[in-house]
């Protein structure tokens, strides 16, 4: 079963799109599968933005009240810690266990002060509360205990399959949910040997769930309320194309104002056409450099100086009062690692410390009102299948609620057609679709409507 959604017959008004109510009839047919279904999963794809995390304390708390005790598995602790706290915001009575590892710093320490929240390395110490919430590394070491009724997996597309194995034992039904436009999960060693297999432990456990159980219900969540209406379209027609979404906002909902004007510099026109438009390039000269090229790492850190520099407001259907843009609501997206230090190298040297800057494997599931991208494919001299990986430059286009701006050389369309995909086609492997060669073609092709030509 696939929840539907018709954009001409939303709140019973013919060609007027309600987000809202699409948005509450998919939440209602998840809930009403995951409480009263048959089936032993219930899969739920869910676009940037979409309230993954208010979907799953939701179906937390009606579990819960429902009198059926549940566990939920996180990839990662601040995952857990983020939903810990955001089952205490909803309901301070409410019993929820905490299990950690026993590491020195083994939780948020923002959890000791909530009264309702029991913290344990064991399991056994939690048995009896309403929700234990732990990572499914820390699941995997569980044993001996009485199975769960239900589970919520979150992020269940960043979840190995063999991960999931490794915790299936512990509950009789779950609610799976995670979003499939992100980067797949992350293994250590090559997986070539399974590829094909219906056992391959490096593919989603979402993907190796639904191979071997077609049956069960598959929903979607029709509308982000993070994307602007500016970016929702080219996001969900390069990602996401079968399975499309919707802004919750529109054109003028969101507005991204300077107090200091232009001063006619490469970075600021940028700002402004951003502003405008919601996207901004800012193309240096075509050149391949190193991948930590000095030029484009200066020109991001000076797009990011301007920023806080200007003065800027953001007014949204957050809030009527504009919001000033602060540090804390820009951040930096890059590739790799070593362009990420070299990027916090250049803003502590113009007294930028503040803004978040990492890579789109860190930067999943955060939101911020600018972003500041540093392009995957910048000055290359080839295209790559770890950077041309669609995943990675849908997280780097999809962190914001206002604006994105793309720092990249000149050049990058003719790179990708001298160096089309060659990756081997493996039988019984399902193609990603769209691949990263037709994704980054996509975007680019959007961005270079918003193309301001620099050299610094």
Request: charged share 20%.
């Amino acid at each position: 079963m696939t929840t539907a959604l018709d954009p001409h017959a939303e709140g019973g008004v013919p060609g007027v799109f309600d987000p809202g109510a699409a948005a509450g009839r998919a939440t209602e047919a998840i809930l009403r599968d995951t409480l009263h279904g048959t089936h032993r999963g219930v899969v739920v794809d869910s676009p940037p933005g979409a309230g993954k995390s208010t979907l799953v304390v939701r179906a937390a708390l009606e579990l819960a009240a429902a009198g059926r005790p549940l566990m939920i598995v996180a990839q990662t602790n601040a995952q857990v810690d983020d939903l810990v706290l955001r089952l205490a915001e909803k309901d301070a009575d409410l019993p929820v266990g905490r299990l950690h590892s026993s590491d020195s710093d083994p939780y948020d320490k923002a959890l000791d002060g909530l009264p309702n929240v029991r913290k344990s390395t064991k399991a056994a110490d939690l048995a009896g509360l309403d929700i234990v919430v732990s990572t499914a590394a820390k699941w995997a070491h569980v044993k001996g205990v009485e199975p769960w009724r239900h589970a919520i997996v979150d992020e269940a597309y960043q979840m190995r399959s063999d991960a999931l194995l490794a915790v299936a034992g512990l509950f009789e039904r779950a609610l799976f949910v995670g979003d499939p436009g992100q980067l797949d999960p992350f293994s250590i060693v090559g997986s070539e040997q399974w590829a094909g297999l219906s056992y391959d432990p490096s593919a989603s456990a979402v993907t190796t769930l639904l191979a071997h159980n077609p049956e069960l219900p598959q929903h979607r969540l029709p509308v982000s309320w993070r994307l602007p209406a500016s970016a929702a379209p080219l996001v969900s027609d390069a990602f996401y194309p079968y399975t499309p979404f919707r802004s919750g906002t529109g054109h003028g909902d969101r507005r991204l104002a300077f107090t200091v004007p232009s001063d006619g510099s490469g970075p600021d026109r940028v700002i402004d056409e951003a502003a405008e438009a919601g996207w901004g390039l800012l193309e240096l000269p075509a050149r391949h450099t190193p991948r930590t090229d000095p030029e484009a790492v200066r020109a991001v850190a000076q797009v990011v100086r301007r920023l806080l520099d200007r003065g800027g407001a953001a007014v949204s259907e957050r809030s009527e009062e504009p919001v000033p843009l602060t540090a804390g609501r820009i951040a930096v997206g890059t590739a790799h690692r070593d362009q990420a230090a070299s990027v916090r190298t250049a803003l502590a040297g113009l007294g930028v410390t503040d803004v978040v800057v990492d890579t789109a494997n860190r930067l999943q599931g955060r939101e911020y009102d600018v972003t500041v991208v540093l392009h995957p494919l910048s000055g290359r001299p080839d295209a790559t299948a770890f950077h041309l990986e669609t995943g990675r430059l849908c997280v780097l286009a999809s962190r914001h609620r206002h604006a994105c701006i793309v720092v990249c050389r000149e050049g990058v369309s003719q790179l990708l057609d001298d160096h089309p995909s060659t990756e081997p086609v493996q039988l019984g492997v399902t193609v990603k679709f769209p691949d990263g060669w037709e994704a980054n073609h996509a975007v680019l092709a959007r961005l270079s409507e918003h193309r301001v030509a620099w050299r610094p």
